[in-house]
C-alpha cells in the first residue's frame, strides 16, 4: 500500500524546522514504526526518532500523529492510507524536541523520580519469615497504574502541563499510587502528603487528555483522584483543591446543590475571597452570585444525608471507592456490556482469533481470517 | 405547549448546580428551547448535585450513590433519557451509569442502599446525553434546521466543546474526541459560520480555576485567544462550567495581559434560540459578563 507521510523535521543546534513528505511503499500490516523505518532505510537516512521493542512494550516510540500521542508502534496506517489521508507526524508535546522526532525525557525522569518510584517496604522480613502474600483484591487497586510503560503520552498532551511545566504530571502520580496503592508499601501517609504539594495532585485540571491517549489503559486522571480520595481518607486535606472538593460533599449533604457562593472562601479562605471582592460584585452584578440564604434546597434531601450516613459506615473510603467501579469501566473499554462470555465474544465475527490454549484442540479454520474479499472493502481484517 | 410538543420526545431533565444558581440564564433558555427542537422536559425535583468529579474525588462512593439515585428519578419517570446540560453533569453521571449497568454486584449493592433512604431502585436502564448530541442529528437536528429560521446571518462562531464532552471518549462514544464536528453542524445550521482553531477541544481550565488561578489562566487565554484572532464575533459552548471561566474570568485575562478580548460567550441553548428567534427576555444575556450586545447587534435581534 502506498503510504504518504508529513513530518515534522527539527534541529536543534540550528533551529531550522521543516515539513518534509515521503511517500512509500509499505505492506499493508505497516505500523507507523514500520513506515518510519522505511522512511529511514530507503529515502532519508537522517530521519531521527526512537524505537526499541516494536511491541507497545518499551514506551520508545511516543509521538504525535495528526497531534495526538500515539506508540507509533501500535498504530496501522492501512485505514489511512486507503482513505488517502497523508498524517501530520510530529515530536511528543510539553517535552523539549532533540531532533526531528526525539525529544529530550530528562524532565519526564525527573518527575518519574520525584515520587520514589521503588517500593519502600513497611516492614523488615516477611510475616511468615518467606514471603509476602497479598490477596488479589488488594493488588486490583493498583493493576491499571502497574501497566504504565512510561512512554509519556499522557504528558505529551497534558493541559495543565502545558500551562504550568512545573506539574508533576500524569504518568509520575500514575506511579505515585501504584507505590501509594502497594499494601507491602510502609510510607503511604508521607507519600500522599508529598503528593499534595503546589505542583501536586490538585493542580490536575481534569482535561482526560492522558486518559484519552494512554495506549496501556493506565486512566492516568483516575488514578490522580484515587490520590486525592486516599489523601482526605488520611485527613490530608490543607490544599485548596481538596479543601473545594470536600465543600461539594458538605453542599450535597446539607442542600443536595452545591452552596456556590460559599465555594470561595471555603476554598481560599476568608482572607483570600475578601482579596477578591471586586471580581465577587463585578459577577454579583450579573446573577452569578446567588445569595446563600435562604439555601437552595433539594426537595427529598435528607434522602442525600442518609445516604451519606450509611456509606460513611460501609467504609469504601479512599481509593476504595473508584477502584469498586473500574471491573464495569474496563469491560467498556473493551467494548462489551459484561453480558456476553469469554468464550461468546472469541465467536463473534470481528473478534480476534481465539488465543491457543494448552490442552485444547485448534479450531480448523480460526473464526476470522483476512481475505481478498474483504481486502476489497478496504478492511485490513487483523 | 406547541404543536410540536405533541409528538416531543419525552426526557428527564437534570439541570445541574450551575443552571440552577448562577447561570441561570441557561436553563430558562433550554426550557424556551426544548419544544422547538421537539423535547418534552420532565424536570426532575428530587435531585442533587452530581459532584462534579469533585465528590468522586473525595468520598467516591458517595458520589456513586448521589448519582444512582438521579438515575433512579429518571428511570422513575418512565423515560429512556436523562438530558443534560452540563460537560461535568453528562461525564459524572454516564460514569457512574456504566460503573451500574456493568456491575450487577455493585449495582445491587446501591440499591439497597437506596432503598433503605426511601429512594426507589435503580432498575431500568436510563441513558444520559447531553441536549448538545440530541439537537446535532437525528430527530432532534431536522427539527433544529427547521426551528433555527431566524439564522446568524454568516456571524462567525467559534465552537467550544470542552473536555469532558468529548473525553474519555470511552464512556461518550458521540464523536470523535479529536474531530468533533457536533457544535460546527448545529453553528451551520443557524445560519452561523463555523470557525476552526486548535484549542476549541482543549481545557477552559475551570475545575482549578480556585486552586489554582494561575495554571487555569493559562489554559484559558487559548481558546479565547485563537478565536479572536480567528476573527469569531462569538464563542459558543455547550458546558455552563466553561462558560463561567471563558465569560466572567476574562475580566482576569485582561489584568494579567492587558488586552481586551471582548468577546462574548453563549450557552449553546442561547445560540439556537437567538437563531430560532426566541425573545432575548428568555435568553436572559444581562446576566452575561462580556456584553453579548455586538453580537445582537449584527443580527438585529
Redesign the interface.
Known amino acids: 500500500v502506498q503510504v504518504g507521510l508529513k513530518i515534522w523535521r527539527y534541529n536543534s543546534r540550528s533551529g531550522d524546522r521543516e515539513l518534509a513528505e515521503y511517500e512509500i511503499d509499505a505492506p499493508e500490516e505497516a505500523t507507523l514504526l514500520d513506515c518510519l523505518d522505511i522512511v529511514k532505510d530507503k529515502h532519508d537516512g537522517t530521519l531521527a526518532y526512537r524505537k526499541s521493542c516494536r511491541m507497545m512494550i518499551c514506551g520508545s516510540c511516543g509521538m504525535r500523529m ?3 500521542a500515539v506508540l507509533a508502534c501500535q498504530t496501522r496506517m492501512y485505514d489511512s492510507a486507503q482513505a488517502g489521508h497523508v498524517p501530520v507526524i510530529s515530536a511528543m508535546g510539553n517535552l523539549p524536541i532533540v531532533k526531528d522526532l526525539v525529544v529530550d525525557m530528562g524532565p519526564f525522569w525527573e518527575k518519574f523520580n520525584s515520587v520514589k518510584p521503588y517500593l519502600q517496604p513497611g516492614y523488615d522480613e516477611p510475616p511468615d519469615g518467606k514471603e509476602y502474600l497479598i490477596p488479589q483484591e488488594r493488588m486490583n487497586a493498583i493493576h491499571k497504574e502497574a501497566l504504565c510503560i512510561n512512554c509519556g503520552c499522557c504528558v505529551s498532551e497534558c ?2 502541563m ?3 511545566p512545573l ?1 508533576t504530571g500524569p504518568q509520575a502520580l500514575a506511579k505515585a499510587m501504584r507505590f501509594v496503592g502497594d499494601p507491602r508499601d510502609g510510607r503511604k501517609v508521607e507519600r500522599l502528603d508529598d503528593l499534595n504539594g503546589e505542583h501536586g495532585i ?8 492522558c ?2 491517549r494512554c495506549p496501556k489503559g493506565v ?1 492516568p ?1 483516575d488514578a490522580i ?1 484515587k490520590l ?2 486516599e489523601s ?1 481518607n488520611e485527613g490530608i486535606d490543607r ?4 479543601k ?6 458538605t ?2 449533604k446539607t442542600t ?3 452552596r ?1 457562593t460559599e ?2 472562601p471555603k ?2 479562605g476568608v482572607v483570600s475571597a475578601i482579596k477578591q471582592t471586586r ?1 465577587a460584585l ?2 454579583a452584578v ?5 445569595p446563600p440564604v435562604p439555601p ?1 434546597v ?4 435528607r ?2 444525608r ?3 450516613e ?3 459506615d ?1 467504609g ?2 479512599g ?4 477502584v ?2 473500574e ?3 474496563a ?3 473493551h467494548g462489551h ?2 453480558e456476553e462470555t469469554l468464550e461468546e465474544i472469541y465467536e463473534r465475527p470481528d473478534a480476534f482469533h481465539r488465543p491457543y490454549i494448552a490442552g485444547e484442540e485448534p479450531a480448523a479454520t480460526p473464526p476470522h481470517t483476512y481475505s481478498e474479499e474483504q481486502a476489497g472493502e478496504g478492511d485490513p481484517g487483523e | 405547549m406547541t404543536a410540536s410538543a405533541v409528538t416531543a420526545k419525552r426526557v428527564a431533565y437534570y439541570k445541574g448546580c450551575l443552571a440552577s444558581l448562577s447561570a441561570k440564564e441557561l436553563d430558562f433558555a433550554t426550557q424556551a428551547l426544548a419544544p422547538k427542537v421537539g423535547l418534552e422536559l420532565v424536570e426532575l425535583e428530587s435531585v442533587t448535585c452530581c459532584g462534579a468529579g469533585d465528590i468522586h474525588e473525595a468520598e467516591p462512593d458517595y458520589y456513586l450513590h448521589l448519582n444512582a439515585r438521579i438515575l433512579a428519578y429518571a428511570a422513575a419517570e418512565g423515560v429512556d433519557t436523562l438530558l443534560t446540560v452540563c460537560n461535568v453533569c453528562t461525564l459524572n453521571l454516564r460514569q457512574a451509569n456504566y460503573m451500574l449497568v456493568g456491575d450487577s454486584d455493585l449495582r445491587a449493592r446501591v440499591n439497597e442502599n437506596l432503598v433503605a433512604v426511601g429512594v426507589p431502585a435503580y432498575e431500568r436502564d436510563v441513558d444520559v446525553r447531553h441536549l448538545l448530541w440530541e439537537i446535532a442529528d437525528g430527530d432532534g437536528y431536522e427539527r433544529l434546521k427547521t426551528a433555527a429560521h431566524r439564522g446568524l446571518k454568516g456571524l462567525k462562531i467559534a465552537p467550544f466543546y470542552g473536555c469532558q464532552i468529548l473525553r474519555p471518549s470511552k464512556l461518550h462514544g458521540f464523536e470523535d474526541p479529536d474531530r468533533p464536528w457536533s457544535l460546527e453542524r448545529i453553528i451551520e445550521a443557524c445560519g452561523g459560520e463555523a470557525i476552526d482553531y486548535p484549542a476549541k477541544i482543549k481545557c477552559c481550565g475551570f475545575p482549578i480555576i480556585q486552586a489554582r488561578e494561575e495554571t487555569a489562566l493559562g489554559e484559558l487565554i487559548q481558546p479565547i485567544e485563537q478565536a479572536v484572532e480567528a476573527g469569531a464575533d462569538a464563542m459558543v459552548t455547550p458546558c455552563p462550567l466553561c462558560h463561567l471561566s471563558l465569560d466572567a474570568w476574562q475580566s482576569k485575562l485582561k489584568k494579567a495581559t492587558g488586552r481586551d478580548f471582548a468577546l462574548p460567550i453563549l450557552h449553546l441553548s442561547q445560540l439556537v434560540g437567538v437563531a430560532a428567534g426566541i425573545a432575548e427576555s428568555e435568553l436572559k444575556f444581562k446576566r452575561h459578563v462580556v456584553s453579548v450586545k455586538p453580537v445582537l447587534d449584527k443580527i438585529q435581534v
Open positions: 495528526d497531534g495526538a493541559n495543565a502545558e500551562s504550568d506539574f490538585w493542580e490536575c485540571t481534569r482535561c482526560y487528555f486518559n484519552e486512566d486522571r483522584a486525592g480520595a482526605m490544599d485548596m483543591g481538596a473545594h472538593a470536600k465543600w461539594f460533599v453542599s450535597a443536595g446543590w452545591l456556590e465555594l470561595v476554598t481560599q471580581f463585578d459577577l450579573k446573577g452569578k452570585v446567588p437552595h433539594a426537595k427529598d434531601v434522602e442525600a442518609r445516604l451519606w450509611l456509606v460513611r460501609q469504601r473510603h481509593f476504595a471507592g473508584i469498586q467501579g471491573r464495569a469501566l469491560r467498556l473499554a456490556s459484561g
